[in-house]
């Protein structure tokens, strides 16, 4: 059973475009949605993370938007650039899973210069 | 600190051999978690421990893969016999006790593992 839904599993944009990531989740119970990020043949590593008590969280030109009633969060990636080219995570956490993230299933980025 | 560290980075073997990957979770974390990762199936869950202790290994594909934790600066993951299938990459990853401020999980580098 997936938990969290992600999409698309890939993207292509072009430079200076806008990166936009979907996830879904179904338990309502999940009250912390952090977004990995994976360079090739590195671990993935935390980017940027949202509580539902906020809808919207900006570090930089990575936005995270939450919408607690549609149950769906999304990961905008502002002015994309070649570096950003990397496989992007979200997950969800809740406390009577001790905090422990259920991963979607990844998107590949590919920025072109 | 030197972050987690994980060990070999590959390994190549042939079907039917004994592999074992090995993990240092970085200092003060007290949760260490072995995921496996390939295009088909993504980052998957294998087993997580909790102050050395396995809580849940429902993730553990079959009686081939076992992990153990004799302290809390080690882990392993050991698959016996090797299958092809098994072909991944291997993450450890360790955070600190789960509050929602502490739940980061930090990855170690992963172990490309190829079974011939």
């Known amino acids: 059973q997936q938990q969290v839904k992600q999409s698309p599993q890939s993207l292509i944009v072009q430079k200076g475009g806008i990166s936009i990531i979907n996830c879904a989740y179904e338990?309502?119970?999940?009250?912390?949605f952090p977004w990995y990020q994976q360079f090739p043949g590195k671990g993935p590593a935390l980017l940027i993370a949202?509580?539902?008590?906020?809808s919207e969280k900006k570090e930089g030109r990575f936005t995270i938007s939450f919408n607690k009633s549609a149950k769906q969060f999304s990961l905008h990636i502002m002015d994309s650039q070649p570096g950003d080219s990397a496989t992007y995570f979200c997950?969800?956490?809740?406390?009577?899973?001790?905090?422990?993230?259920?991963f979607g299933r990844g998107t590949s980025l590919i920025v072109h210069p | 600190d030197a972050g987690v560290i994980q060990s070999p980075r590959h390994e190549v073997t042939e079907m039917g051999q004994e592999v074992t990957l090995r993990c240092k979770p970085i200092?003060?974390?007290?949760?260490l978690f072995w995921y496996r990762q390939t295009m088909m199936r993504g980052l998957e869950l294998l087993i997580y421990?909790?102050?050395?202790?396995?809580?849940?290994d429902s993730g553990m594909p079959e009686d081939r893969f076992s992990a153990k934790m004799p302290n809390a600066s080690f882990s392993t993951l050991k698959i016996q016999p090797s299958e092809p299938r098994d072909s991944a990459v291997y993450f450890c990853?360790?955070?600190?006790?789960?509050?929602?401020?502490?739940?980061?999980?930090?990855f170690g580098p992963g172990t490309r593992l190829t079974v011939l």
């Open positions: 421990f909790n102050n050395n202790v396995p809580i849940d």
């Open positions: 997950a969800a956490s809740n406390p009577e899973g001790s905090y422990i993230p259920t």
């Open positions: 338990n309502t119970a999940f009250d912390y």
């Open positions: 990853a360790s955070s600190r006790s789960g509050t929602r401020d502490t739940d980061t999980q930090y």
């Open positions: 200092s003060g974390h007290d949760y």
């Open positions: 949202i509580r539902p008590d906020v």
